[in-house]
């Protein structure tokens, strides 16, 4: 079973509208400098594991206002055996909400398929073009665009979301976003937190002003059915 590093035991802001813990697993193949979640990503192993038992007993001792879990990361799909960990969670008739950054495709359709998610949010670190750039690894821009087309043809409720940074990603970025994502139910766009961040480098970067942000908002508004600013 994948080892999880992280339990928030009550999230009020991960499932929209839902009661909600929220669990974290390690590793990634991005290396986005703005990521908050160094451990995490970087250097799993220095955390202490969350052991199975006791979230199953966790879950257990919360059957009846608990709603649902939402499981983020680094980026769960990175781990094969995820499919029996959610497993763990519907058999409590839990909801689960899957944060994906989309580079594993074939993996969130298996899950998908299986009826193990019933939400999505995928991050959407840039326009394909700038994919490589913006996250400093390799990725694939197919894979990326494939799991976007997944997700809006699966039936599930789910949004995309992105991390402006200036400098880095702004408003042209998320207009071209837009382009391709036009049509999409639910956009969110997110402030980055210049603490601890993967590059130490982009600690030294003022985040956008909230006028900022709300006018990024405002420019994908056309693309999309309810584009707004995260709630922080």
């Given at each position: 079973?994948?080892?999880?590093?992280?339990?928030?035991?009550?999230?009020?802001?991960?499932?929209?509208?839902?009661?909600?813990?929220?669990?974290?697993?390690?590793?990634?193949?991005?290396?986005?400098?703005?990521?908050?979640?160094?451990?995490?990503?970087?250097r799993p192993e220095t955390l202490a594991d969350v052991p199975l038992d006791f979230f199953i007993a966790f879950l257990d001792a919360r059957m009846g206002w608990l709603e649902g879990v939402c499981v983020s990361g680094g980026e769960p799909l990175l781990h094969p055996e995820i499919e029996g960990l959610l497993a763990v969670i519907k058999e409590r008739n839990l909801l689960v909400k899957l944060d994906t950054n989309g580079s594993r495709p074939d993996r969130l359709e298996r899950l998908i398929e299986a009826g193990l998610v019933d939400w999505i949010a995928m991050d959407v670190k840039a326009p394909l073009a700038r994919y490589a750039e913006v996250v400093r690894a390799?990725?694939?821009?197919?894979?990326?665009?494939?799991?976007?087309?997944?997700?809006?043809?699966?039936?599930?409720?789910?949004?995309?979301?992105?991390?402006?940074?200036?400098?880095?990603?702004?408003?042209?970025?998320?207009?071209?976003?837009?382009?391709?994502?036009?049509?999409?139910?639910?956009?969110?766009?997110q402030s980055f937190s210049p603490a601890r961040t993967l590059d130490p480098s982009f600690e030294a970067v003022q985040p956008f002003s909230s006028d900022e942000l709300n006018r990024i908002a405002a420019a994908a508004r056309p693309y999309f059915g309810e584009a707004a600013v995260e709630a922080l």
């Open positions: 079973m994948v080892a999880i590093k992280g339990l928030e035991k009550f999230a009020p802001r991960d499932f929209p509208g839902h009661i909600a813990s929220t669990i974290f697993l390690p590793g990634c193949a991005f290396r986005c400098p703005y990521c908050h979640n160094v451990d995490l990503v970087l390799p990725v694939d821009p197919a894979a990326v665009a494939r799991s976007a087309e997944i997700i809006r043809t699966s039936g599930l409720q789910h949004v995309f979301r992105t991390t402006v940074v200036p400098g880095l990603v702004g408003e042209e970025d998320v207009r071209k976003i837009g382009e391709w994502l036009r049509g999409a139910p639910r956009y969110r766009i």
